[in-house]
């Protein structure tokens, strides 16, 4: 069993609210990140899939083809846009790290071949915060 | 003369739009980075002002006071804000990291004593995009 | 299940050395780490907690919180000091990384809200070696 | 239990190809992987071993050590080699970063000492790609 | 005066020999690089070039273009080839990194736009040894 | 003309301060850095010479040399050290990192060979905080 992961970027927008809440209970609660004009942040995020090497390729899992997934469900949906309004994944959610890595996960998990197994995400904020997703 | 640089973190969201063109312009000309509803960065800032060590303590600079100095007039002002509307000094041009660049080095050179000289700035926008303005 | 991680960074002097040894035996086993006058690192530590995002707040917990107890016990004791002389919960023990990142584990466990669970230390001496702890 | 890590570099030049494969099969599967006339990569190496802290010592496996055991049997192998031709443990596979990083696993297991667990490896072969394995 | 930088990344397999010299000398000289069989380097080219921002975009110079004369001009003719064979404008040349940034120079510098001024080369060979070049 | 950079790390301890001051203003002037035990870093030096690819072997100059007057003159003096204590080039000096890399320039401009012109010299401190010279 080999693990491999291929490490994607995005640019996004995003802010940080409960719609339930008061907006002084929204900066209590969230501080800068609730900025109602929005911030930003650079995302890095890591896809790590499992199996047993490929006799006639060696290969885990083709890591163009998978880059290629990711940025046809993952990059493309979320690259220099607007994670709270832009992203119908994240509609209706917080739009924190930890929801979008599970929003992330959703949209991989079912458009990955059958006979690949997707084990892990990785989903940098800041180059100081980072969350990871195991589908459990 | 030494240099002494310190590197600075603040997340923002902008836009690359121009008032005067229409929507389909801005899109023709900036492509993703004209997106309405905004996207955002990490930006990294580098700051290096020179001059000779100081006899007594060694500094060209103390680079807690730079950083305290930068915190006040760059980082506080843009850090999980949206650049072109909650940032005074960015009204009126288009929020281009260049445009950027040049606008911190207003803020900053008339904000350090008149003993330090600023040198050069450098701000990433992603990991592979940067800009860099000496004040000339 | 979502982990999510925070990045924090310390600089500290330390040497490997062993009391019930002789100089000699010192240096035959720790070579340059045993340097009587000291030696000192860059460290960064990581530290993952675990758990599921709460409904209200999308948060695991929130990274702010989380950097400023990670301040207030861990970086705060370690920061610009001896980890020999000057930190207490080292005194007694060989002054290697190992043994400092289950010492920060055991700062930690016990002053994290007790619906945050601890899930993993990693801490970089150099850029090129680290150590993880699970608690196990 | 005290997982600790040391990374190590090497340079190397392989190809993607399976001879019993056309050449255009080849360039049909591995793209620009196939180039006839190789092409390479930094490989950065991670090799993680496992234990408790030793009393005397403090260490779980003293990095230096497992440093000169990863040179003489790996990084001096495959460092300024052509993984495919001058790598006898790479002949008769295909030669991807997931075949690689199993034979290096079988060069390092046989080659620490009993007391030492090897627990993971992790191998980059580009900023963006990296396989990990567990032995399992 | 702006100066903005985009970094491409490109893999490929080189070896240092020079063809006047026997087989012995190239080793003397060159050590591990001249093995015959090649090695190869995961390189990362910066490319800066400098202007006045534009009035209009905010822009020295549209970092996405950029990006594609790179790729068209020189990451497209050097990405996973074998410098010394693959490449026209290396041949007759000991393919070092210093022939290399000046080879690429030659590339670039015509086929930017008139108004567009190159300022400067770094390129990467390992993540421990760089070089740059001015044109000059 | 091109420059040719190799970058060498070494781990040291060091305290900033002046004996000419009392220990309550030395705290006040150098907070934590004042230290009387110590601290320490992994300090990061990028060494640059420049010149002209020499016809028969492509190098402005060997990067395996450079790297070996390196580590003879710089980092095995002060790797593993305290540099207050343990580095004659320093005694007498306040342990500023900008009087530390005007202490390496001396060391290595004397002992590179007469053909080879140092340029520059940078180093981290910490991955916040650089200083660079160039001789003047």
């Known amino acids: 069993m ?6 994607e970027h995005f640019n996004a927008a995003h802010k940080l609210f409960n719609p339930d809440w008061s907006r002084e209970k929204n900066e209590e ?19 790590t899939v499992k199996g047993e090497p490929d006799k ?3 290969f885990v899992y083709d890591a163009k083809k998978l880059s290629t997934i990711i ?3 993952v990059t493309d949906v979320l690259d220099h846009k607007n994670l709270n309004v832009d992203v119908e994944f994240m509609h209706g ?6 929801n979008l890595v599970v ?12 006979s690949t197994q997707l084990h892990a995400l990785k989903l940098y ?9 195991f589908g459990e």
Do not use: M
Request: net charge negative; aromatic share 16%.
């Open 2 to 7: 080999v693990y491999i992961t291929r490490i």
């Open 29 to 47: 609660i969230f501080g800068k990140c609730a900025n109602e004009n929005w911030h930003g942040h650079n995302f890095e995020l890591y896809v």
């Open 56 to 58: 006639e390729t060696g």
């Open 71 to 73: 940025k046809e469900y």
């Open 93 to 98: 959610k917080i739009c924190s790290i930890e």
């Open 103 to 114: 929003g992330i996960w959703e949209q991989l998990k079912n458009n990955l071949p059958a």
């Open 125 to 133: 904020e800041t180059p100081r915060i980072f969350v990871e997703y």
